[in-house]
């Protein structure tokens, strides 16, 4: 069965210091991949989409970036991190059209 | 579009009773439905799917009603119960296209 996977679980990062959080996928290949953010008490918000290696799509001009270095990875990244950045953020996985997505447990960032 | 900066509208109800969760969409080209239930801190968990050929579909205590005339989609849950408790999104995929679009979602309170 597929299984996704999400870590860390929390993370406390000052303004000004860099981000990764990575994601990973088993028991599926080629999978669509999806980040999404999530302000507390808000909906979500879909930050950057992949449908391959290397291939990454961004929905929202931002201080964040995604790369897809392995089919099964997608990692999200910043530079340097504000404030605004502090969120609970979402990996997701389906596999094409027609198909839900599966969550990720989340990874709770909170930027000081 | 998505409304990830409203506040989430809340639905109290009373453990043992019926809950009715509507969800409204924009796209007549939209041909499948999701159903998520989030709780506090988790990621998004499937509950129940719908495609744009049937206009009822039931699960376990849960009933999906799809209205393509009104592009109105609701979740009906019977016997509510404190485990119920969550935030609700719906979601459609639309036509040719592997993204999902959630909605607002909905907090859902269930007392004793």
């Known amino acids: 069965s597929q299984t996704i996977h999400q870590w860390p679980a929390t993370l406390v990062q000052p303004v000004g210091s860099p981000l990764s959080l990575e994601c990973t996928v088993e028991?599926?290949?080629?999978?669509?991949l999806y980040w999404y953010r999530q302000a507390a008490g808000r909906g979500l918000q879909l930050l950057f989409y992949?449908?391959?290696?290397?291939?990454i799509s961004s929905e929202v001009p931002q201080n964040l970036s995604a790369s897809r270095p392995q089919d099964r990875q997608f990692i999200l990244s910043s530079k340097k991190l504000l404030l605004s950045d502090s969120g609970f953020y979402l990996c997701?996985?389906?596999?094409?059209?027609?198909?839900?997505?599966?969550f990720g447990s989340g990874t709770r960032l909170t930027v000081v | 579009g998505e409304s990830v900066g409203l506040h989430l509208p809340t639905l109290s109800v009373q453990e043992g009773d019926n809950s009715i969760i509507n969800c409204a969409y924009s796209?007549?080209?939209?041909?499948?439905f999701i159903w998520y239930k989030q709780e506090s801190g988790k990621g998004p968990q499937f509950i129940i799917d719908?495609?744009?050929?049937?206009d009822k579909r039931q699960g376990q205590r849960v009933t999906v009603l799809l209205n393509k005339t009104v592009k109105h989609l609701s979740l009906q849950i019977a016997a509510t119960q404190p485990g119920d408790s969550a935030v609700y999104f719906c979601?459609?995929?639309?036509?040719?296209?592997?993204?999902?679009?959630f909605g607002t979602g909905t907090r859902l309170q269930v007392f004793p």
């Open positions: 028991g599926t290949s080629n999978p669509n």
């Open positions: 992949s449908v391959g290696i290397g291939q």
């Open positions: 997701a996985w389906n596999g094409g059209l027609g198909y839900g997505y599966t």
């Open positions: 796209n007549s080209a939209s041909d499948y």
């Open positions: 979601a459609e995929s639309r036509h040719n296209t592997d993204k999902l679009i």
């Open positions: 719908i495609r744009s050929n049937m």
